[in-house]
């Protein structure tokens, strides 16, 4: 079964301090894509990142860095100097192609990150 | 390039009643999926269509179900609805390919509140 743990439920830290954003996801497919999202308190999920299974490359973007690591299941998001605009639910998602070919997402239960000004 | 619409924004049930919701997906789109977002909670996967089938389900009861159109929007209906059925109602659209992965673009959701 495909499964997506984020054990942070809430974090708070103070505006321009580090953070990082833990996912572990389980899934015995060989071909799978992981992905972070954003959740304002608006309701919309935006797309920050999708990462392939095959490519363990971390990426940077901006003040946003990604760290995936198929050894140990983890796909970690690391926020440097955050700001108060950072703060939203972050979502860890995972996809596979199903048996009938179209793909769903398997979503962690997200981290509500508050960045105090 | 118009994105993924949903109708209503939100939308107020008793216990009992019946609700549709409707999704129009982003232009060129032809795949809508439909997500379940309950409070404090990720968004869970009901069902997707694809050339107006269902093609995939999750674990949510038949009381759900929904619909695709040949210009592609879909509906998704609860009946009988639940105090458990209070949520947000994401669509997600994508344009079916073969072989590699559709990115999904969601829309920003109807919230549903049963009361």
């Known amino acids: 079964a495909q499964k997506v743990t984020q054990a942070q439920t809430e974090i708070s830290v103070v505006e321009k301090e580090d953070v990082t954003l833990d996912c572990v996801y389980e899934t015995r497919d060989t071909t799978y894509y992981l992905f972070w999202y954003k959740q304002p308190p608006s309701g919309e999920l935006v797309f920050l990142i999708r990462?392939?299974?095959?490519?363990?490359q971390n990426e940077i973007s901006g003040r946003y860095s990604w760290n995936f690591q198929k050894s140990t299941s983890s796909f970690n998001f690391t926020i440097t100097a955050s700001q108060v605009v950072d703060s939203a639910v972050y979502f860890c998602a995972l996809t596979f192609l199903t048996q009938g070919g179209s793909e769903k997402l398997v979503f962690g239960k997200g981290t509500k990150l508050t960045v105090n000004p | 390039d118009a994105g993924v619409t949903q109708s209503p924004t939100h939308l107020i049930k008793t216990r009992g009643q019946q609700v549709t919701l409707r999704c129009s997906p982003k232009?060129?789109?032809?795949?809508v999926s439909w997500y379940q977002q309950a409070l404090g909670q990720g968004p869970q996967f009901i069902f997707q269509?694809?050339?107006?089938?269902?093609?995939q389900r999750g674990n949510f009861p038949d009381r759900f179900s929904g619909h695709q159109f040949p210009n592609y929007s879909s509906e998704l209906n609860v009946n009988a609805l639940l105090l458990g059925d209070s949520a947000l109602y994401l669509c997600?659209?994508?344009?079916?390919?073969?072989?590699?992965?559709?990115?999904?673009?969601f829309g920003p959701g109807t919230r549903l509140t049963v009361l």
């Open positions: 232009s060129g789109h032809d795949t």
């Open positions: 997600a659209s994508s344009l079916e390919g073969s072989g590699r992965y559709n990115e999904q673009f």
């Open positions: 990462r392939n299974s095959f490519d363990e």
């Open positions: 269509y694809y050339e107006e089938e269902e093609r």
